[in-house]
């Protein structure tokens, strides 16, 4: 079975760190981009960021988060520091399905639609 | 960066109506657009993809058309199970969602 199990959510003071996993099974694992979404509280989705042939991230968490991956683990990560009560979500990660066209400009070829997520892990920031 | 603005917001429908939600970007985006459907404390469900093309076991009732700037997401009968919340996506740099569509039950 494809599958993504998320995990390292938490409760967490403003300004601190946290790192996130997500497990993969079920399919070859290094042949996918793999993306992080977080849901706040009763809000919509948003995007996060973005590991391909190169790694994307929101104006809302770039400099503070940081994607990587470890392909020998079947496993994205997402290191999370200085965080703050606005971070404050359900954290999914998400595979790029490879479906359809892919959005190609200045060399560099972006992800397309999510096909496969986890279920989420939640991430609360308060003190 | 590209905005998404999905309406309406909330729609309320009875089972067997048929539903259209539009999603316009501030600017072109070609067929880069994706559709999700989203249950309360449940993760997102890919339903179409290039704008148009119904992702491999979702219903034929769902149909996705548009390209461009303007985008529609069509339920041809509703069911009970499509109560939800539907998203569109961009899938050009920064792929960034709409502010959803919750279709609620009349």
């Known amino acids: 079975e494809v599958q993504l199990v998320e995990s390292g959510g938490g409760l967490v003071q403003p300004g601190g760190s946290l790192r996130l996993s997500c497990a993969a099974s079920g399919f070859s694992f290094s042949s996918y981009s793999m993306n992080w979404v977080r849901q706040a509280p009763g809000k919509g989705l948003e995007w996060v960021s973005f590991?391909?042939?190169?790694?994307l991230y929101a104006e809302s968490v770039k400099g503070r988060f940081t994607i990587s991956r470890d392909n020998a683990k079947n496993s994205v990560f997402l290191q999370m520091n200085s965080l703050r009560a606005d971070d404050t979500a359900v954290y999914f990660c998400a595979r790029d399905g490879g479906l359809g066209p892919s959005f190609c400009s200045g060399g560099t070829c972006y992800s397309r639609s999510f096909d496969i997520w986890g279920q989420g892990t939640m991430v609360t920031v308060s003190s | 960066d590209i905005q998404l603005t999905q309406s309406p917001s909330f729609l309320s429908a009875s089972v067997g109506d048929r539903v259209t939600i539009t999603c316009r970007a501030s600017q072109g985006i070609s067929s880069y657009l994706a559709w999700y459907q989203q249950k309360p404390g449940k993760a997102p469900k890919l339903l179409i993809y290039?704008?148009?093309t119904l992702q491999s076991g979702v219903p034929s009732r769902f149909s996705g058309s548009g390209s461009g700037t303007e985008f529609t997401l069509t339920v041809s009968s509703l069911q009970p199970e499509d109560f939800a919340t539907y998203y569109c996506?961009?899938?050009?740099?920064?792929?960034?969602f709409g502010g959803g569509t919750k279709v609620e039950i009349k």
């Open positions: 996506q961009h899938l050009t740099t920064y792929p960034l």
């Open positions: 290039a704008a148009s």
């Open positions: 590991i391909g042939s190169m790694t």
